[in-house]
T-cell receptor, first 115, second 113 residues
Framework: GAVVSQHPSRVICKSGTSVKIECRSL??????MFWYRQFPKQSLMLMAT?????????EQGVEKDKFLINHASLTLSTLTVTSAHPEDSSFYIC???????????FGQGTRLTVV | GENVGLHLPTLSVQEGDNSIINCAYS??????FIWYKQESGKGPQFIID?????DKRQGQRVTVLLNKTVKHLSLQIAATQPGDSAVYFC????????????FGQGTRLTINP
């Protein structure tokens, strides 16, 4: 299968700072990328869908100014958590697909802890 | 709808037995479905997919069944092994141009020796 690399795998930051998470498709071009967050023992909650070269589509209740998504190329999408607070601590996971209605491949996730 | 704040149901089976994991999806317009396996601290791993024009698809030791009438999806794992222990999620790709891959609540599968 295709490989999606997410970086960093773990990050600890102070309240009020910003953190950037990268999601790269290593061996295919990802037209569409998805960002999820996952709390312990819960399912993945879709935050936003991004298509290369256009603005991300955010799910209801997700603050687009707080969770900045950039999908500037067919192999890279970034999620920036701005002015992080302890309640933003979570497992963030990206996935990438070649296009609508095709298999989505997942990164290994990023454990964010805000102290 | 999308899962919010639910704890995962658990299924325990004996090693070697067959497992059936069920999922109810939300959108009748969804046209593509995927089963994922997630181990602790890792991202989801693709298991098998099925399109809405099919009602059954088989892979290696796994079978997915789709019942569009009742919006139900199931994953059958044959001869379960200890390595099958994980959380299993179904995901639906909502159709009609929505381009959203939304996950169900998940089921924790535990294999007893």
């Amino acid at each position: 299968g295709a490989v999606v690399s997410q970086h960093p795998s773990r990050v600890i930051c102070k309240s009020g700072t910003s953190v950037k998470i990268e999601c790269r498709s290593l061996d295919f071009q990802a037209t569409t990328m998805f960002w999820y967050r996952q709390f312990p023992k819960q399912s993945l909650m879709l935050m936003a869908t991004s298509n290369e070269g256009s603005k991300a589509t955010y799910e209801q209740g997700v603050e687009k100014d707080k969770f900045l998504i950039n999908h500037a190329s067919l192999t890279l999408s970034t999620l920036t958590v701005t002015s992080a607070h302890p309640e933003d601590s979570s497992f963030y996971i990206c996935s990438a697909s070649r296009g609508f209605g095709t298999e989505a491949f997942f990164g290994q996730g990023t454990r964010l802890t805000v102290v | 709808g999308e899962n919010v704040g639910l704890h995962l149901p658990t299924l325990s089976v004996q090693e070697g037995d067959n497992s059936i994991i069920n999922c109810a999806y939300s959108n009748s317009a969804s046209d593509y479905f995927i089963w994922y396996k997630q181990e602790s601290g890792k991202g989801p791993q693709f298991i098998i997919d099925i399109r809405s024009n099919m009602d059954k698809r088989q892979g290696q030791r796994v079978t997915v069944l789709l019942n569009k009438t009742v919006k139900h999806l199931s994953l059958q794992i044959a001869a379960t092994q200890p390595g099958d222990s994980a959380v299993y999620f179904c995901a639906e790709n909502m159709g009609a141009g929505a381009q959203k891959l939304v996950f169900g609540q998940g089921t924790r599968l535990t294999i007893n020796p």
